[in-house]
């Protein structure tokens, strides 16, 4: 952001500036209060709200806090997407993997608000809804419904869609407007600079490549005189530099949190929240000639999500509902809005500070941002029908390391949702199940507690158990993965090394060590589609049914489910079924075929059953 804070012209009745000691923070979870700041509440929320509390602060007796009525709750965000064009896998990708920490967060019993939504406002929407021959409104509607209906297929659970251009949003975004007018850090200025449409950002010159064109988009930018009102960020260069220093967790990964405090400590200028040249927004309050910067309009959007309907539109009521969010998710290339002109806006309205922002990285194809503008991008909708969901959750969570890069390749994808989800996982389920019905009619012999009593195996079990959910915690996606694979190979060993088929033709001591066998890798499957079912949800209900159990069952399951013990003797299990299907690729490996036959790629299915 490159807007100086030069060339003050009207002031445009500031209130006199609030000292920063005033300002309220209240870090939950993970990130602590900073010692310096003590948190006040804004006298406007002090009042006796009828779902607000007042509460005594753990750190100075006496004070009194700010305490959504929603203590508990884990309340976390997607950015909401630009509505220029419909979903690309990368926008997709967010949200796969929101969706499993919530579901994750779920499990552990916590109450989940996970919103989502769409951004709708600004030059780059205008432009693209005029290209697309619609009116602005028309276009929003249609591209924000196709990111509801892939959110349906790729099996999201959002609790909440924000869209920007409700009428609760704007009325929240214009009492927050007034409320930073308010606390002086408003004011008119005029600026000129280089506009980047696609970022919808002024750029540093330095930041820029050959003929001005923006890196991420690599389009020229564009030169810009306006009249605007800018936000005095530069206030709170000090405050954002301690309030990292001591909440080191408020940025995620750790090389984030470098990148963030070098942008700060190299100096915060302040930047222009309100555009003249653009119609489709959000008017300044005082000065329809002028519309708020999409930014300043969109992150309100986490805010205003939380207002139940029916509710009183304000700032209060959306607080109490939840705020602070728990959790940002985000892509790196708008880090810095969240964790620099985020935090900086939030405090100068007297609201909290989120817990943490996460940075992911981004889904490239030839090294290259995956991206609409660019438009190289890779159809979620088109991954979700040749192959299904879970292969396209699991994929991305497993295979990208959540907050790296990760570059997409079809091969790649058809191997390891064949190798991980169908092989190891499904052909486990789908054998032991065989030999149960073969030899037990389908019928437990024994609980699983019986079947493992002086079995080191459980064991081995619970600790990769613990494993997964240490790593889901940390927001390690892959690696929780991973653990739960580990259990699955484990199983796989296990009967490989028992070979229960053997032990059931021996006949009597033999047959009932193999009956409790099969209990035991059957009792691994129910933990491995409890401790999958954030990223598969849908493969793992099935699982649950193929065990005997009703879908309620599975979705009243919860992490204490993964331990040892849940299945008992005389549980009959269903007619073995596999769970997944393998990914056959019929043009495998024959590039020709592939190129002359272009819709014949489809890879298609068959049943993956292998017999033990
Ligand atoms: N509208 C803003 C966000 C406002 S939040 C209050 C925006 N929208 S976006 O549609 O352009 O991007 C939304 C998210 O998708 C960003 O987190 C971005 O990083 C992510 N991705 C877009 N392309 C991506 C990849 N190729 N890979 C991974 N994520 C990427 O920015």
Redesign the pocket.
């Known amino acids: 952001m490159a807007a100086g804070r030069a060339l003050l012209s009207s002031q445009n009745g500031l209130a006199a500036v609030a000292p920063l000691s005033s300002i309220g923070y209240r870090a939950r979870g993970l990130a602590s209060s900073l010692p310096l700041l003590r948190r006040r509440c804004p006298s406007a929320f002090a009042s006796s709200s009828a779902r607000c509390c007042s509460r005594p602060h753990s750190e100075g007796a006496g004070e009194r806090v700010m305490k959504p009525e929603k203590d508990e709750a884990f309340v976390l965000t997607t950015?909401?997407?630009?509505v220029n064009a419909p979903p690309h896998m990368?926008?997709a990708?967010?949200t796969i993997a929101a969706d499993a920490i919530a579901r994750f967060q779920r499990l552990l019993g916590k109450k989940v608000v996970f919103i989502t939504g769409t951004?709708e406002h600004g030059e780059k929407i205008a432009a693209a809804a005029e290209a697309s021959g619609r009116s602005p409104r028309e276009h929003c509607d249609t591209i924000s419904q196709s990111y509801r209906i892939l959110w349906r297929e790729l099996d999201i659970a959002y609790d909440k869609f924000i869209r920007t251009t409700d009428s609760k949003h704007e009325a929240i975004v214009k009492e927050f407007y007034s409320r930073v007018l308010n606390n002086g850090d408003i004011y008119r200025a005029d600026y000129e600079g280089l506009y980047c449409v696609n970022c919808e950002e002024y750029k540093d010159e330095k930041e820029l490549l050959e003929n001005n064109c923006c890196p991420m988009h690599l389009k020229p930018c564009v030169r810009r005189k306006e009249d605007n009102y800018f936000f005095a960020l530069s206030k709170y260069q000090k405050t954002l530099e301690d309030y990292l220093t001591s909440n080191p967790d408020f940025v995620k990964p750790l090389f984030r949190l470098n990148e963030v405090q070098g942008w700060i400590k190299s100096g915060l200028r302040d930047f222009s929240i309100s555009r003249s040249s653009v119609e489709w927004g959000i008017p300044v309050p005082n000065d329809d000639k002028q519309t708020i910067y999409v930014w300043f309009d969109?992150?309100l959007?986490?805010v205003s999500a939380l207002l139940e309907e029916g509710e009183q539109t304000n700032l209060e009521q959306a607080v109490c509902s939840g705020w602070p969010a728990s959790l940002h998710l985000?892509?790196?290339?708008?880090l810095r809005f969240h964790a620099v002109y985020w935090p900086a806006m939030l405090l100068s309205a007297g609201l909290s500070v989120p817990n943490m922002v996460f940075g992911?990285g981004?889904?490239?194809k030839d090294g290259m941002?995956?991206?609409k503008s660019l438009g190289n991008t890779l159809e979620p909708k088109d991954l979700v029908q040749r192959f299904g969901a879970d292969a396209v959750r699991y994929f991305f969570l497993r295979e990208v390391e959540f907050g790296n890069d990760g570059d997409y390749s079809e091969d790649r994808f058809i191997n390891i949702v064949n190798a991980h989800l169908a092989n190891t996982i499904g052909n486990l389920l789908n054998r032991t199940l065989g030999l149960l019905k073969k030899n037990c009619q389908s019928m437990l012999a024994f609980d699983s507690i019986i079947a493992a009593e002086g079995n080191s195996f459980k064991d081995s079990v619970d600790q990769l158990v613990e494993k997964a959910k240490y790593h889901y915690e940390n927001l390690s996606l892959s690696s929780a993965c991973e653990s739960v694979l580990d259990i699955a190979n484990a199983g796989n060993l296990y009967m490989d090394e028992r070979a229960p088929w053997s032990l059931f033709k021996q006949g009597g001591a033999s047959s009932e060590m193999a009956a409790k066998d099969l209990v035991i890798i059957l009792e691994v499957m129910r933990i491995i589609a409890t401790a999958l079912s954030p990223i598969t949800p849908s493969l793992c209900s099935r699982i649950y049914s193929q065990l005997g159990f009703s879908k309620e069952q599975f979705e009243a399951a919860t992490w204490d489910d993964t331990k040892w013990g849940g299945l008992k003797a005389g549980q009959i299990m269903a007619e073995p079924k596999p769970v997944f299907a393998r990914i056959e690729n019929i043009d495998d490996g024959n590039e020709v075929v592939q190129n002359k036959n272009k819709d014949k790629k489809k890879a298609s299915h068959r049943q993956g059953l292998v017999e033990a």
């Not at 950015?79 to 630009?82: A, G, K, R």
């Open positions: 950015p909401l997407y630009y990368g926008s990708y967010t951004d969109a992150l959007g986490y985000i892509g790196k290339d708008i992911h981004f889904l490239t941002k995956m991206g």
